[in-house]
């Protein structure tokens, strides 16, 4: 997919953007996939950082980026009937994700928990800490906290450490299976 000049980049003054359809070796595997096959991947930044630096609050007071602009990407699971249920949600960063109301009645399930890391980083192709919202397994629900839409640019996960998205915040209601959930970080 080449780069269309037209398209501005979103950016951070502390970070070097590039645009993320063409870097595929800067993200995982099934980011770049999810990149090639969505429409909005044309107005997506990648960063390079230092993967030292990959969790969010560190990130954020070390490029100088606020935590509203950061989105985090948690991965839970519940059972009904012997159904699993999965979703990732993905939060603005100065809130937490409400699993134990919200987002256990909307997978409609008894107790929600986080799943557990390994399986996570096993079923997503992704490295812990930067598992993102861009190329999750297909049968998993997306629940994107409202807040982040409003955002301009909006920091996720690339599937690897050393490297960030940068989306503008409306884009993340495009992402294939979104659900936009009003109240679901806290």
Known sequence: MA????????????????PAADHHTLVAAPVAAALAEWSGASEVAVVDID??????????????????????CVVVAGSRGGDERIAACVVRADTRADVNTLVRKMLDVRKASFLPMDRAVEETGMEHGGITPVGLPSAWRLLVHEALLDEPVV????GVRRSKLLVPGRLLADLPGAEVVVGLGR
């Open 3 to 18: 780069h269309d000049d037209r398209v501005t980049l979103p950016s951070f003054p502390t970070l070097a953007s590039l």
């Open 51 to 72: 993967p030292d630096l990959a969790d969010t609050a560190a990130m954020s007071q070390a490029y100088d980026i606020p935590m509203t602009a950061s989105g985090n």
């Open 155 to 158: 920091v996720l996960g690339s």
